[in-house]
């Protein structure tokens, strides 16, 4: 039990290696090498992946009476009947996202080792990452929903700091402002649903929480309550932190940030967390079906709106940033039909095949010394191709298409909103549809970027392959695409789902609740399947004949769509309606309301007035120092017969 | 042999006190100034010895020798004062030293 009784060490390894870099990096400049950046941050991240190996190790021979394991380390805040410690507790599924944080987290450290090399404030860059991995391990170690909080706020600062990277370009700066604003909004959400569950429950601990529902056998709510109120204020948050709609925005923006950022924070982990809490929190959402559906339509409609817009994307980036909005859509649509473990599973693969994407996507502008447009790329295939087989394994992966782990947990999710305890046909209906527009626009981006003819001047950009630094993890994540899955493959593919085993202590009080459906048969699985496999393949056709075949056909399709295209190749204009209703009028009342009228008119007009009153009674006053000693001897004179006469007053009444 | 009353001693204070305010806030030349205040502080002294007298204290006669201390010193100052006027200003006239104003 040697970690599992310090789970500190965990969170204290990458703080400290953020504190190093940024500390020595700023003070010592040049002189603190890349080498012994590379040492500190790589070697802190790396070693707090051994640690959680360990605790995992550990974790597992700890008896199912003692979990979770739960640590209390010191009084944080107290205030009357309230109280929040600083506590971490490990239960099957921090482990799951233990691993994912530093095990993904420790492979992009790794690729940036490459990425980043000729970058200026490499120190700032490992010194921001390494920060990131505290405060996201905080998140999922955190005890409390307070301590989560901290982990919540703090890996949106460094979200905030990394996509603003290079901060001297304004749209990165913008970008990074954006992120920071939109996910505030839902944050709000958070800190009042958190108020919320004190009022209710008495407690913010998880444990506390939870005992209490059970114990008080706190029946499901089916009109609207407390707990609907809670779940929804919390799911505000994790909307605004995993960039549902309508707070979408700001995640394809953060693409401004390096590549390697967009794999681990907006892709495999930050952004997941909200799906973490939904599923964190289940049996409170569990005692509210409306919450729950709130949750699906929400997860569904977003899983459906963002690949659309995946589809008319040329940017490179943009393409898997609308592809994360859309597979995050579908995690949220599993909690929401009450398929936890698969929402999580869906994390774990997705964590391995978009940090894969994003990373290759990162090589391929590498390779392409900065570009970013599809359209000025075009048969890479041979000249990278360690690149192109690894992102071709995380292309089948996401597209769905067996035995590649996406094929798994997708299925998983879909088979659970047909046929689950909260089956929502319609949502499935989105969700296949979604699927196949999935796998239509990840070939898409396949056969733009490495089939075709050379769309590049290739007298000026010579292409050349990453190094071992940046394949390596693309190696390895590859791996994880391909096998990942197997880790739950259901009893129909001759597994034993020992994932969702593993997982079932953490959704215990949710099973329970879960309306009572009897198992769907093993061939109905089977059709569905077949039907998801199918939907993968027509989108992978569809890409291949109008990307590879003719390629002269898209262009056509999209002058003859017209208008449709537009509105979708600019985002369905979302941007620009949310400035118009949003940001305009806010900018507005500031400026001319709060600005001129409130501060410079009401507190500046105060404070100024004060200060001009006293500035005229001395003008006045001042006269009174004339420089003729006898002026002031009469001065004294007047002042002492005056003087004199309250005496003489005073004394009088006295008697 | 009959006793002077105190009051009279009190309303000749009185007079000089008042006689050395008029001189000091209508006389322009520094010495009279001077002169002015050296009556208003021995006015002054009068009415601490007429008071010592009635009460049959000490006090006051105390309190006269610290005035009459008080007085040479500022004598000494104030001529040295009075000195450095004249060269200055070739002058005595106080109205003229008024540099020190807002």
């Known amino acids: 039990m040697l970690i599992l009784d310090q789970l500190w060490i965990i969170l204290a390894l990458p703080l400290l290696g953020s504190a190093i870099n940024g500390i020595f990096g700023l003070w010592l400049g040049s002189r603190w090498s890349n080498s012994t950046v590379n040492t500190v941050g790589v070697g802190s991240v790396g070693l707090s992946f051994l640690c959680v190996l360990e605790a995992v190790r550990e974790f597992l021979q700890v008896p199912a009476d003692q979990i979770p394991v739960f640590h209390d380390y010191f009084t944080w805040m107290i205030a009357g009947p309230f109280r929040a410690g600083f506590a971490l507790q490990v239960d099957q599924l921090s482990v799951v996202m233990l691993l994912i944080v530093t095990g993904v987290g420790l492979l992009v450290h790794i690729f940036s080792v490459g990425y980043m090399a000729h970058e200026g404030g490499y120190y700032r860059f490992f010194s921001y990452l390494n920060l990131f991995v505290f405060f996201m391990l905080t998140l999922v170690l955190g005890a409390n929903l307070l301590v989560t909080f901290v982990g919540w706020e703090g890996v949106g600062l460094c979200s905030y700091l990394l996509i603003g990277f290079w901060f001297l370009k304004k749209s990165a700066a913008d970008a990074g402002k954006k992120a920071f604003i939109t996910t505030r909004i839902g944050d709000m959400g958070f800190m009042v649903g958190i108020l919320l569950v004190f009022a209710t429950f008495n407690t913010v601990d998880y444990r506390g929480i939870f005992s209490t529902l059970a114990q008080r056998n706190v029946p499901v709510e089916t009109h609207l309550g407390v707990i609907t109120a809670i779940c929804l204020l919390l799911f505000a948050g994790a909307i605004g932190k995993s960039a549902q709609l309508p707070l979408y925005v700001w995640l394809p923006d953060a693409m401004e940030g390096p590549t390697p950022v967009s794999a681990l924070i907006h892709a495999a982990t930050m952004v997941t967390a909200g799906v973490y809490m939904v599923a964190r929190m289940n049996p409170l959402y569990a005692r509210s079906p409306i919450a729950m559906l709130v949750v699906a339509i929400i997860g569904g409609v977003t899983a459906f709106y963002a690949a659309t817009i995946g589809i008319a994307q040329t940017d490179i980036k943009k393409v898997l940033a609308y592809s994360t909005v859309s597979q995050l859509g579908y995690m949220f649509l599993a909690c929401g039909v009450g398929a936890y473990s698969a929402g999580i599973f869906h994390l774990m693969t997705h964590a391995f095949f978009k940090g894969l994407l994003f990373l290759a996507s990162g090589s391929v502008i590498h390779a392409m010394g900065g570009e970013q447009d599809m359209l000025k790329m075009g048969g890479l295939r041979k000249k990278i191709p360690v690149t192109f087989w690894t992102m071709l394994i995380g292309t089948i992966a996401i597209a769905g298409i067996p035995p590649f782990a996406g094929f798994f947990s997708k299925d998983q999710i879909l088979f659970a909103a047909w046929a689950g305890p909260y089956a929502n046909k319609p949502l499935y209906l989105l969700g296949i549809c979604a699927a196949a527009i999935t796998s239509f626009y990840m070939f898409r981006l396949i056969f733009l970027t490495f089939f075709g003819e050379p769309r590049y001047d290739e007298h000026h950009v010579h292409v050349h392959e990453s190094p071992w630094s940046m394949l390596g993890p693309l190696c390895i994540l590859a791996l994880l695409s391909t096998v990942g899955g197997w880790f739950a493959a259901p009893t129909l593919w001759g597994g034993e789902d020992a994932f969702g085993k593993f997982l079932s202590p953490v959704f215990a009080q949710a099973a329970a609740l879960a309306p009572v459906t009897e198992e769907a048969s093993h061939s109905l699985e089977l059709q569905f399947s077949a039907i998801a496999v199918a939907v993968g393949l027509i989108g992978l056709l569809v890409a291949w004949w109008l990307y590879v075949k003719n390629p002269d056909l898209p262009a056509r399709i999209a002058k003859s769509l017209g208008g449709l295209y537009t509105l979708v190749y600019n985002k369905y204009f979302v941007d620009e309606i949310y400035g118009a209703l949003i940001v305009t009028p806010l900018l507005w009342i500031s400026t001319n309301v709060l600005w001129h009228v409130v501060d410079e008119g009401m507190i500046d007009g105060a404070v100024n007035g004060a200060a001009d009153v006293a500035q005229a009674a001395g003008g006045e006053a001042r006269k009174l120092q004339s420089g003729y000693t006898r002026s002031y001897a009469t001065w004294v004179i007047i002042g002492a017969v005056g003087f004199s006469a309250v005496l003489y007053g005073l004394l009088r009444m006295k008697q | ?102």
Not at chain 2, 42 to 61: C, E, K, P, T, Y
């Open chain 2, 1 to 102: 042999m009959s006793v002077v009353p105190v009051s009279y001693y009190l309303a000749l204070s009185a007079f000089l006190f008042g006689l050395g305010v008029i001189a000091f806030v209508f006389k322009r030349n520094i010495i009279t100034i001077f002169m002015a205040i050296e009556l208003m502080l021995n006015a002054v002294n009068l009415a601490f010895v007429a008071f010592a007298r009635a009460h049959s204290q000490l006090d006051g006669l105390v309190f006269v020798f610290f005035v009459i201390v008080v007085a040479a010193a500022e004598a000494a100052v104030g001529l040295a004062i009075v000195l450095a006027l004249a060269h200055t200003r070739q002058s005595l006239n106080v109205d003229r030293v008024n540099l020190l104003k807002f």
